[in-house]
């Protein structure tokens, strides 16, 4: 019988008492960088670095991923130690033929309100006509899937939904300050050529 780590089994252990409070969290590990997922961690990492993709079998460069750690050890901050990881795991993945390898860094500051713009839009759509809740399957399935097709590029699907002039300005509205607050919470991301926005979301194509 297989077992899988889950989300509220890993908050569980991170929330235990006398848990030290971690400046990074990086997954080397495929599909974590879901908005889901960086959300229930927020309050128990400043940084949370994951693929919102299926990595390649060389995951993360444990050989490269510290040496901006190895560069400056007394004064590097966790958003740059982040962004090195991410630039380890660019450089590593540059070139081979998985050449869509995601990898981001966001900041857990940001989540807060990138939750609660994701609840504003869910409150302006909620109201939609016929017309517009096609428009916005259209837009989930003009977005960027991944391996697992119900995760969806979160910034992508958002953009769509904004640039469709059948959808009423508010929901556009709506739409792009998801889009505003998930580029603030992104530090940095990889180049992957599908142009991936740093996060995933949950996106089933049922109703």
Known sequence: VSDHLTTPELVDVLAAPQRPH?????????????????YSLRDYTDVFVASQEVVSVFGLDHTTMFEVLEDNPYSITAEALGVGIVQSFEDQNSGNAWDWDTNSVLRSSGYDQLAMSLQQFVTAADVATDLEMNQMRAARNASIGYYVSSLRDLGGFMQNVADRPSIRPEIQYAAMEVVRTLDETVISRT?????????????????
């Open 22 to 38: 971690l400046d990074v969290l990086a997954f080397d590990a495929c599909l974590m960088a879901m908005t889901e997922v960086g």
């Open 191 to 207: 180049n992957d050529r599908r142009g991936s926005s740093g996060a995933s979301i949950l996106l089933p194509s049922s109703s």
